[in-house]
Every structure is written in C-alpha cells, then in structure tokens.
C-alpha cells in the first residue's frame, strides 16, 4: 500500500531552520507532483510549496518566497522542505501530500512550532 511518511516538525526559534522530509512508498514516485501544505489552528489547510514530478518546476506560497526551498530526491522517493527564517506564523501541523490526477496521498503530518 501508499505510505506517506513526513519527519523533522519541532520546536525552534524565531529567524531558525527546519528541514522537512517525507519519504513516499507504494507508488511510482518520479511521475507524482509532490507538495507540502500546513494547517494552523483555525485556518484552512493551504498549499506552501510545490515540485513537479521530475523536479524541473516549483512554486510557493507568497508568505514564504525566499525563506522556504521545496527539493526532490527521486533515487530516495524523497521530497524535501528547507525552511529558513522562520517565524511565528509558520506554526502549523504540516503536511506532504503526492498528487497524480485526482490522486492525492496524505502523510499523517508533522508540528512545526516556532516560538521564543
């Protein structure tokens, strides 16, 4: 069966970094776009960065253009975020999803906290 398994949420300081990854198992990984959403408390789920399927094209949510690097790994069946500058409103539950079509395969999600 589709695992969906995302890694490296936690606790860290205002201006830090995180890296996210999530390792995908089941499918045929290279031909999946890959893509990282969050949800903070109150909010609506909402897409944060983008990577087509062999890695040639990316896009990302305004709020974090020139902070937050998407990078896949197809060797691996990896998908990476490297989040940098980190601020307080990037708390959030964040989630990888791999999107053929209609479809959609969710990890379980990981916290990314960023308070002093």
């Known amino acids: 069966q589709v695992q969906v398994v995302e890694s490296g949420g936690g606790l860290v300081q205002p201006g830090g970094s995180l890296r996210l990854s999530c390792e995908v198992s089941g499918i045929s990984f290279t031909i999946y776009d890959m893509g990282w959403y969050r949800k903070a408390p109150g909010k609506q789920r909402e897409l944060v960065a983008a990577?087509?399927?062999?890695?040639?094209?990316?896009n990302y949510k305004d709020s974090v253009k020139g902070r937050f690097t998407i990078s896949r790994d197809n060797a691996k069946n990896t998908v990476y975020l490297q989040m940098n500058s980190l601020k307080p409103e990037d708390t959030a539950v964040y989630y990888c999803?791999?999107?053929?079509?209609?479809?959609?395969?969710w990890g379980q999600g990981t916290q990314v906290t960023v308070s002093s």
């Open positions: 990577i087509i399927d062999h890695g040639g094209s990316t």
């Open positions: 999803n791999a999107n053929l079509g209609s479809l959609h395969y």
